[in-house]
């Protein structure tokens, strides 16, 4: 049998207004600090084949997730190369997706032998919504801080992505959100929005 990761369920939990790395959001309603408490990641940017990939699972109207693989730059810049489908077909539905193990464990594998990528974060859709800031839900959340706590990486990228407006034709140019998830000095659990960026056509 196929492991499965927990749901990741949609619902009514907003994070709050997108911000910059320098005005970090607390999950729980905290104010920030200090600059200490910065997040570690300075910016996000996104591969467009790794998004063409995503954008491709959107026109079924089921809910998919990704696993990131990417590059951090000593400056804080991700560089997100791969998007990887892990998604447990079974468990596909419209506003709901599980994590199959056994298949982000071959991507491990398969991308194991690349220079400086790894494992950086994980996307789902939510093919349901449209607009042009993704909001998570209390499972979303729930699950970044788990995989943050089981990687050994000093932050986790979690991204939503959905149509900017209401149209199937809309999944051609997706709106990701990312969120910054890591821990701070008092070893408390921060999570801040970040605009991801497409890397430049050329």
Known sequence: ??????????????????SSPSAPTAVAGRKPTAAANRPPVRSVMIDRRALADIADHGFDGLESVFALFGVTHPDGAVQVMFAADVSAERTRETSSVQVSFARLAGWNKRIAGIRDC????????????????????????????SQLARSSRPFWIGAVAQRPYDADAAWLTPTVTTFVIWKDDAGRTDCCVLDAELEPRR
Do not use: F, Q, Y
């Open 1 to 18: 049998m196929t492991r499965m990761g927990p749901i990741v369920r949609r619902g009514g939990c907003v994070l709050g207004s997108r």
């Open 118 to 145: 790894e494992l950086i974060g994980d996307l789902h859709i939510h093919p349901r919504d449209h607009g042009t800031v993704a909001n998570p839900s209390r499972a979303d959340l729930k699950w970044w801080r």
